[in-house]
């Protein structure tokens, strides 16, 4: 049951850590976003809340797996920010390619 609730909450975490990074996106359309330091053109202030919500999820989930996985459970937040790192990369690949042509 513990197994079930924490990837429930891992896949909650998840989809509100890429809805964020899709947020940032949206209110940047013409520009690059920064994918690791710095801030982008247009920043909405909600957005702090959005991550902050989502990071409490991964952490949750992290908790729940940590007696079960030990420190692998670590890793879980790490691999559930993935969705939003790609969103981003693939908004600046698109970004780049109108630039280039």
Same mark, same amino acid.
């Given at each position: ?12 975490? #998840?989809? %509100? ?12 359309? #013409?520009?690059? %976003? ?8 247009? *920043? ?5 809340? %959005?991550?902050?919500?989502? &990071? ?11 007696? $079960? ?5 670590? &890793? ?12 981003? *990369?693939? *908004?600046?690949? $698109?970004? #780049? $390619?109108?630039?280039?042509?």
């Amino acid at each position: 049951m513990v197994w079930m609730i924490a990837i429930v909450l891992w896949i909650a975490g #998840t989809f %509100v850590f890429a809805a964020s990074a899709n947020m940032v996106v949206r209110a940047n359309p #013409t520009s690059r %976003v920064p994918q690791w330091f710095g801030r982008p053109q247009r *920043h909405p202030g909600r957005i702090y809340a %959005v991550r902050i919500a989502a &990071l409490a999820l991964l952490c949750a989930s992290a908790g729940l797996l940590a007696a $079960e996985v030990g420190v692998g459970a670590f &890793l879980a937040v790490l691999l559930g920010g993935l969705p939003a790192v790609f969103l981003v *990369h693939r *908004h600046n690949r $698109e970004r #780049t $390619e109108i630039r280039n042509h």
